[in-house]
């Protein structure tokens, strides 16, 4: 069983900043990889950002490409979501999730999920 403990969520105005984190209890010799995805009221969850452990390498949904980053602590076993120029319609519930291999897009390739963090941006 994997542990992860989201922290960082909060309400900012439009234009803010916020940055998440993630840290898992897993401990491997496999490598793993760490995504977020949010789901909206009423919508689908969406995928955000993904990094794989090692070599670091990262994906992005395509509205947060240029606007948030995702990177990792590799001696704390966290991983940050940074979020910079928030827009009203990145309010939304956020969720970790891991899984052991490489980065994937796809929900249902992870296996442990975190219990989630409200961002709410208001106009």
């Known amino acids: 069983q994997v542990r992860l403990v989201e922290s960082g969520g909060g309400s900012v105005q439009a234009g803010g900043s916020l940055r998440l984190s993630c840290a898992h209890s897993r401990r491997t010799a496999k490598n793993w990889a760490v995504g977020w995805f949010r789901q909206a009221p009423g919508k689908e969850r969406e995928f955000v950002a993904a990094?794989?452990?090692?070599?670091?390498?990262?994906i992005y949904g395509g509205s947060m490409k240029g606007r948030f980053t995702i990177s990792r602590d590799s001696a704390s076993n966290t991983v940050y979501l940074q979020m910079d120029s928030l827009k009203p319609e990145d309010t939304a519930v956020y969720y970790c999730a891991f899984r052991e291999g490489v980065a994937s897009d796809q929900s249902r390739y992870y296996d442990y999920w975190g219990q989630g963090t409200q961002v709410t941006v208001s106009s």
């Open positions: 990094i794989t452990y090692t070599p670091g390498n990262t």
